[in-house]
């Protein structure tokens, strides 16, 4: 009786390995998909400071579902909030928020970024994303340092980090402010680029953003500008960045996990939604508010709380009963937050000053912020 | 024998479960690639319709748009993933898999406590 337990038991073992050795072969090509969304992007953000194209007309109102609220923002993020007549960019004048925020990320740990060695592991460091046409979003490790050569197709990758095993970090401000701009400096060629909020005054650099209070839909779309809006814990949300131009001085700008890097002209900034900032929860299972755009209306999480993406308009936004009109980020490693503005923004010359000047691309390579 | 079996019995299920890990597709990397992002939109004008593919097949529509003064394609239609449906279907075969050997370990755990039993009685 004891052996055809045995024998009963080895049959069923037996059984067991051979169904789940056919499930393991049959799913051996589809290993890939399965994006979760997260990884954007980050961006560097080039360039571009107008505050959009064009809207024309306006036309329509908002509700107040719509309607900016500063409650929303996490305790400590904004200085200040002071509402003020503003003209958006139609001429139309309106009232808008004059936000100061704080730029601090208020809630969140910010870093790590790159790794110090090709031991580092990716609990030590943060992310970055390919820029060819297999563009992924990689924890920024040192197996991914050591993959850089192979990753890009070019040897010459294999410069960031030395025989010892050690990487080339940009560890102080001289190196941070000479490898984060456009023109990187040749001794920071071949380094993972990273700055400090150290580097900072009081550890972080305030922004300020006029958006209007209630968001007016216009005529016609508008391109975002270099700053998207404003993350609900006080930092930049950024637009693109300029990935390729990072790569082509055998650099990398790593983000940490939560999709931010810093420059020494826009401080903390986002590049991309990995969850972190979707800190404004929904009753409804609705992906959570990370921030609202500079045309007033809310950027939410890409997918709502049952993992499902839903169709959007060009700008990445949509409508319901809750939110009224709305955007959805992009997943991380797409490089953007919105595709467009769909509302009006407020006109460049009461946008808000950025705090100071900076080279023409942002990013780490970046462009002091026209908020 | 009771402890014996428990230990089978065990090995099992955690072998399964360490197999259906295995199945289970990698979440490791992600995105879209955005060299292929920006090149689709190449001589399009704004609004037009756009679309490329992932590294795994997925595939990416939306519209170009005007982005840091090129033109990129932006997404906005949920990513569609060609290997969705055999990445279920590997997923349902697993979990049937695990019913079945469920099923199985309770009935030879049934089997043996049987044995146990006419086993004492004969003792």
């Known amino acids: ?371 | 024998m009771t402890l014996e079996f428990n230990f089978i019995r065990r090995s099992l299920v955690l072998l399964s479960y360490s197999l259906t890990l295995s199945v289970t597709p990698s979440h490791a990397h992600s995105g879209s690639p955005l060299g292929v992002a920006w090149s689709t939109c190449d001589g399009k004008p704004k609004s037009q319709a756009c679309e490329y593919k992932g590294f795994h097949g997925e595939r990416y529509i939306g519209t170009c748009q005007v982005m840091a003064n090129n033109m990129l394609c932006v997404r906005n239609q949920p990513i569609e993933y060609p290997e969705k449906a055999s990445t279920d279907a590997a997923e349902t075969h697993t979990e049937e898999v695990k019913e079945i050997a469920e099923i199985v370990v309770e009935k030879s755990e049934k089997e043996a406590a049987t044995e146990s039993i006419s086993e004492d009685s004969l003792d």
Request: charged share 15%.
């Open chain 1, 1 to 371: 009786m004891h052996l055809n337990s045995c024998q009963s038991l080895i049959s069923i073992l037996a059984f067991s390995l051979m169904m789940l050795a056919g499930c393991n072969s049959s799913s051996s090509s589809d290993t890939g998909s399965t994006d979760n969304g997260s990884t954007d992007t980050g961006s560097t953000d080039t360039g571009s400071t107008d505050t959009g194209s064009t809207d024309t007309g306006s036309t329509g109102t908002a509700s107040s579902a719509e309607a900016l609220n500063v409650d929303n923002f996490v305790a400590g993020a904004l200085a200040s909030a002071e509402i003020e007549d503003c003209t958006l960019s139609d001429g139309t004048e309106t009232t808008c928020y004059r936000i100061e925020a704080a730029g601090k990320a208020q809630g969140q740990t910010i870093g790590p970024f790159c790794p110090r060695t090709t031991s580092s592991t990716a609990a030590e460091t943060g992310i970055w994303i390919s820029a060819d046409s297999t563009a992924q979003v990689y924890d920024a490790d040192g197996d991914f340092i050591l993959n850089l050569a192979n990753l890009y197709n070019d040897t010459a990758w294999n410069g960031l980090h030395n025989d010892d095993g050690s990487v080339n970090v940009t560890l102080t401000e001289a190196a941070c402010d000479g490898a984060a701009q456009p023109n990187v400096e040749d001794q920071y060629k071949y380094h993972c680029v990273e700055c400090s909020t150290d580097y900072l005054d009081d550890g972080a650099i305030a922004g300020t953003y006029v958006i209007p209070v209630t968001p007016t839909p216009a005529d016609t779309t508008s391109s975002v500008a270099a700053t998207v809006g404003v993350a609900l814990n006080g930092s930049e949300l950024s637009g693109p960045a300029p990935v390729d131009a990072i790569l082509a001085n055998y650099t990398i700008a790593a983000f940490d996990d939560c999709g931010g890097h810093i420059n020494l002209h826009q401080g903390y900034h986002y590049h991309a939604a990995t969850g972190c900032t979707e800190v404004g929860a929904q009753d409804d299972g609705h992906a959570g508010l990370i921030g609202y755009a500079m045309d007033g209306y809310g950027i939410y999480g890409m997918k709502d709380a049952d993992g499902n993406e839903e169709s959007l308009d060009e700008c990445r936004g949509t409508t319901d009963d809750t939110r009224g009109y709305h955007y959805h980020a992009a997943s991380a490693g797409e490089n953007m937050f919105i595709g467009c503005n769909h509302g009006k923004t407020v006109a460049t010359t009461t946008a808000g000053g950025p705090p100071g000047g900076g080279p023409p691309n942002g990013g780490p390579n970046g462009t002091a912020p026209t908020r």
